[in-house]
């Protein structure tokens, strides 16, 4: 698991066929179900994500749109977005 605040890059594949948003709604969603990120938490802030991944916030927040799209996020401009209880 990793730990609240720990800032881990991970490797994007900028060259290859899928788009950058889907391979970070792929991390996100590993870390759902691995449960780096558990039900009823917060996932990192925007800037930190945008950070992790070295994409621009617009690819993030493709990102969580998806994830929410699939009901596994949930969320409010201002107050985070959270990990859907299941």
Do not use: H, N
Request: proline share 6%; glycine share 10%; hydrophobic share 40%.
């Amino acid at each position: 698991m990793m730990a609240q605040g720990t800032l881990c890059r991970v490797v994007i594949d900028f060259e290859g066929a899928v788009p950058l948003w889907r391979q970070v709604a792929d991390v996100i969603r590993s870390r759902i179900e691995d449960g780096t990120y558990p039900p009823g938490r917060a996932i990192p802030s925007l800037v930190k994500l945008t950070a992790e991944f070295g994409v621009a916030q617009m690819t993030v927040l493709k990102a969580i749109r998806s994830l929410k799209d699939e009901g596994l996020l949930t969320g409010t401009p201002g107050r985070g977005t959270y990990v859907t209880e299941r």
